[in-house]
């Protein structure tokens, strides 16, 4: 149909239709049931967006986890179908203040009246859970070539999309060898970057020097080990692995854009430009 199709509601009717659909959908659901606040915190999907936004509450909260804009452009075009939804929510949560005035300004040649009801909080974190993971034991094959690395030791944990840019890590442990550093990386975590990523490691030479582990069961257990966490990040919302990392005490750099501007304020942490060099 068209709303998938374009991203967009055709007419007045078919917004109607849309909507009248939802109600039954979470009629069938719920039944007469009311509640007081229907949050929509995952703030993707249009489908899950369209039903949070017509269950029968007297307040609709939907988070924002990142630059909702930049997103629709880089990875996730069908965020602008659920840009059409915004106008059925009161309440829009914010992982940081800095990401809230990127979408502040982004959204305010769209829905200027929906700004006002922007809001921060910023995501929790179970720090205890996080050191208790770290400390358990260990049957993963990889930790022992990771503990036994007497190399200054790098991780970088995020998702291989392009908006991570672990390319940038890769070009930097170059820079450092070159510099006459002894370091290494580890990037745990897979995505569609992954060849890319096997190439430019080939492509500079680093295969004895940069590793890339995939998805880990419990990536705590490498990260307390690691000298430093690197996030290469173009944007972020929040940049909750810098929590984590802080919370066992690991230093962490970031590039300089917001959402870790606000983690690693106050000389939390080091904020780099958006370069290899940097």
Same mark, same amino acid.
């Given at each position: 149909?068209?709303?998938?199709?374009? $991203?967009?509601?055709?007419?007045?009717?078919? /917004? +109607?239709?849309?909507? %009248?659909?939802?109600?039954?959908?979470?009629?069938?659901?719920?039944? %007469?049931?009311?509640?007081? #606040?229907?949050?929509?915190?995952?703030?993707?999907?249009?489908? @899950?967006?369209?039903?949070?936004?017509?269950?029968?509450?007297?307040?609709?909260?939907?988070?924002?986890?990142?630059?909702?804009?930049?997103?629709?452009?880089?990875?996730?075009?069908?965020?602008?179908?659920?840009?059409?939804?915004?106008?059925?929510?009161?309440?829009?949560?914010?992982? !940081?203040?800095?990401?809230?005035?990127?979408?502040?300004?982004?959204?305010?040649?769209?829905?200027?009246?929906?700004?006002?009801?922007?809001?921060? *909080?910023?995501?929790?974190?179970?720090?205890?859970?996080? *050191?208790?993971?770290?400390?358990?034991? !260990?049957?993963?094959?990889?930790?022992?070539?990771?503990?036994?690395?007497?190399?200054?030791?790098?991780? $970088? &944990?995020?998702?291989? @999309?392009?908006?991570?840019?672990?390319?940038?890590?890769?070009?930097?442990?170059?820079?450092?060898?070159?510099?006459?550093?002894? *370091?290494?990386?580890?990037? #745990?975590?897979?995505?569609?970057?992954?060849?890319?990523?096997?190439?430019? &490691?080939?492509?500079?030479?680093?295969?004895?020097?940069?590793? #890339?582990?995939?998805?880990?069961?419990?990536?705590? +257990?490498?990260?307390?080990?690691?000298?430093?966490? *690197?996030?290469?990040?173009?944007?972020?919302?929040?940049?909750?692995?810098?929590? /984590?990392?802080?919370?066992?005490?690991?230093?962490?750099?970031? %590039? =300089?854009?917001?959402?870790?501007? =606000?983690?690693?304020?106050?000389?939390?942490?080091?904020?780099?430009?958006?370069?290899? /060099?940097?």
């Amino acid at each position: 149909d068209k709303f998938n199709a374009e $991203n967009s509601f055709y007419s007045p009717a078919m /917004e +109607q239709i849309f909507n %009248t659909s939802a109600r039954q959908e979470c009629y069938r659901m719920l039944g %007469t049931s009311e509640f007081d #606040l229907s949050l929509e915190h995952q703030g993707y999907h249009p489908f @899950w967006v369209g039903i949070m936004a017509n269950i029968n509450a007297t307040d609709h909260a939907i988070y924002l986890h990142n630059d909702m804009v930049e997103e629709s452009k880089q990875r996730l075009p069908n965020l602008k179908r659920t840009f059409q939804l915004y106008k059925n929510y009161e309440t829009f949560i914010n992982v !940081s203040n800095s990401s809230m005035a990127i979408n502040k300004e982004n959204f305010k040649p769209i829905f200027p009246e929906l700004i006002e009801n922007f809001c921060q *909080v910023r995501n929790g974190l179970d720090a205890e859970r996080i *050191v208790e993971l770290a400390s358990a034991p !260990s049957d993963d094959p990889d930790i022992e070539q990771f503990n036994n690395d007497v190399r200054f030791k790098l991780i $970088n &944990i995020a998702r291989m @999309w392009p908006e991570k840019n672990q390319v940038r890590l890769i070009e930097m442990v170059r820079v450092l060898l070159d510099k006459g550093q002894h *370091v290494s990386l580890y990037v #745990l975590g897979t995505g569609p970057l992954l060849s890319v990523l096997e190439a430019k &490691i080939a492509e500079l030479g680093l295969n004895d020097h940069v590793f #890339l582990l995939g998805v880990k069961r419990n990536p705590f +257990q490498f990260l307390k080990s690691a000298d430093c966490h *690197v996030l290469s990040s173009d944007y972020e919302g929040q940049g909750i692995v810098l929590l /984590e990392a802080m919370s066992l005490g690991v230093p962490c750099v970031s %590039t =300089n854009i917001p959402g870790p501007d =606000n983690v690693l304020e106050n000389g939390l942490g080091l904020l780099t430009e958006l370069s290899p /060099e940097a």
